[in-house]
C-alpha cells in the first residue's frame, strides 16, 4: 500500500523543495528555475537520494515541457516579428549558426570526430542545438532598468531573440529527425515531413483561429476558452510526435502561435500558468535536478564543461556581434547585442531534456547545460551595465 501511494508523498516533497530553492533563487539573484534544477539536484540520487524517477514524473515533466512551450508560442509577438525587418532576422540566423558549429565541434574534439549521419555527429550537432538557444528575459530586465529596452539596440535585441526562439524550434525538430531512431533517416524525408507539418499546421491553423475568435467574441473570459485551447496544444503535440516524427514540443509551440493574436491570449496565458507554475513546471525543472548525475564526472567532463560555457557565451557574441557590425551598428553597439543574446533558460534545458528522451544525451551533459544558465544569467547583466556605463546615451 504504501509503494501505490509514494508518489503524493514524492509530488509533495518535489513541489515544496522547488518552491523554497525558487524562492531563495530570485532572493539572491539567480533565476527561480534554477533553484528548482537545484531542488531536484539535491533530492536525487546525485545528493540525497530522497526522491526517484519513475515513469509518473516522466509523463509529469512531459506535461511541464509541453504547456511551457504552448505559453512560450502564445507569448509571440506576429506584429513584432513582422515588423523587425531583415536585421534582426540575420542576426538570429548566425546567433543560431555559430554556436551549433562550435558545440558541434566541440564534442567532437573532445569524444572523437565522425562522418556525418553517425551517432557520434548527431550528438556533436546536438550539442550546438543546445547552444544556440536564447533566453533573454534577464537581459530584459537589465535592459529596462537601464532604460535602453526599447531603443534601437534594445528592439534589435528583443526582435532577433523571438526570431532565434522560432529558428531554433525549427532546428531542434530537424536534428532529432536525422538522428531517428537509427541515425541512417534520409534528410530529404526528414525535410518533407517538417515542410508538411508546418504547411498543415499553418493551413489548418488558420481556421482554428477563426473559429476560437468566434468562441473568443461570444464566451469572453470564460474558463471553456483557455481549456479548449490547451486541448488543441495536446491534439497538435500529440500529431506533431505521432504522424510527422517532429517534437511534441513543436506541435504544442506551433499551437500557441497558432492562438497568440486572440482577444483573449493574455487571459488564456494566465489560466495556462496557473496548472504550469503550481505543478506541471516545477517538476519538469526539478525532474532535470533528479536526472542529472556526477558518477560520470571526470577530468575530461569538468574540462568540457568549462568549455562549453566559454564557447556557447562567445558563439552568441561572435555570431550576433559581428553580424551586427556587418549591418551597420557601430562597434560598441554590436557587442551590446553580441552580449546581451548570451543568456539561456529554459528553452536550452527543454532542448537538453528532449535530447536525452531520444538518446541524444545522456545525464552527465545537464551539468554543463545547467553551468551555462547560472555563468550567463549572472554575467549578461553585468556585462550589459558595463557597456552601457559612461556612453552618451546612458
Not at 508518489?7 to 527561480?32: N, V, W
Not at 526517484?52 to 506576429?78: P, R, W, Y
Request: proline fraction near 2%; include cysteine; charged fraction near 15%.
Amino acid at each position: 500500500m504504501e509503494d501505490s501511494v509514494r508518489y503524493l508523498l514524492d509530488l509533495a516533497i518535489i513541489l515544496f523543495s522547488a518552491k523554497l530553492f525558487s524562492i531563495t533563487g530570485k532572493k539572491i539573484g539567480i533565476p527561480e528555475v534554477v533553484g528548482e534544477i537545484l531542488a531536484g539536484l539535491l533530492l536525487g540520487g546525485a545528493v540525497l537520494g530522497i526522491v526517484k524517477e519513475s515513469d509518473f514524473l516522466a509523463k509529469l515533466a512531459e506535461i511541464g515541457v509541453i504547456m511551457l512551450m504552448f505559453e512560450a508560442g502564445l507569448g509571440t509577438n506576429l506584429k513584432e516579428l513582422k515588423q523587425s525587418g531583415l536585421k534582426a532576422t540575420l542576426i538570429a540566423c548566425m546567433g543560431v549558426l555559430v554556436p551549433i558549429i562550435l558545440g558541434a565541434l566541440l564534442f567532437m574534439c573532445f569524444y572523437g570526430f565522425d562522418a556525418p549521419g553517425s551517432e557520434r555527429f548527431n550528438r556533436g550537432l546536438f550539442i550546438g542545438t543546445i547552444m544556440s538557444a536564447t533566453s533573454v528575459s534577464i537581459t530584459v530586465a537589465a535592459l529596462k532598468e537601464l532604460g535602453k529596452l526599447n531603443d534601437r539596440v534594445g528592439t534589435t535585441i528583443v526582435s532577433a531573440a523571438i526570431i532565434d526562439d522560432v529558428i531554433g524550434i525549427i532546428v531542434l525538430t530537424v536534428v532529432i529527425g536525422l538522428a531517428g531512431n537509427d541515425g541512417s533517416v534520409n534528410v530529404g524525408s526528414v525535410f518533407l515531413k517538417v515542410v508538411l507539418f508546418f504547411a498543415i499546421a499553418i493551413g489548418t491553423g488558420f481556421l482554428v483561429f477563426k473559429g476560437m475568435s468566434w468562441l473568443d467574441h461570444r464566451y469572453t473570459h470564460q474558463r471553456r476558452i483557455p481549456i479548449i485551447s490547451l486541448c488543441y496544444c495536446f491534439l497538435l503535440a500529440y500529431l506533431a510526435e505521432t504522424f510527422f516524427n517532429i517534437a511534441d514540443i513543436t506541435g504544442a509551440y506551433v499551437a500557441g502561435v497558432v492562438l497568440c493574436n486572440l482577444a483573449d491570449r493574455d487571459y488564456i496565458e494566465r489560466r495556462i500558468d496557473i496548472s504550469s507554475y503550481m505543478i506541471f513546471a516545477p517538476i519538469f525543472f526539478a525532474g532535470i535536478g533528479l536526472k542529472t548525475t556526477f558518477g560520470a564526472m571526470n577530468a575530461t567532463l569538468i574540462l568540457f564543461s568549462v568549455c562549453f560555457v566559454i564557447a556557447a557565451l562567445l558563439g552568441k557574441v561572435i555570431g550576433c556581434g559581428l553580424c551586427a557590425r556587418t549591418l551597420g551598428f557601430d562597434g560598441k553597439d554590436s557587442l551590446r547585442i553580441g552580449v546581451g543574446m548570451m543568456t539561456r533558460g529554459e528553452v536550452a534545458l527543454i532542448t537538453a531534456q528532449k535530447g536525452l528522451a531520444v538518446g541524444l544525451l545522456t545525464a552527465e551533459f545537464f551539468t554543463p547545460v545547467i553551468l551555462l544558465i547560472l555563468v550567463s544569467s549572472v554575467i549578461t547583466p553585468i556585462l550589459l551595465k558595463k557597456l552601457y556605463r559612461g556612453s552618451d546615451e546612458a
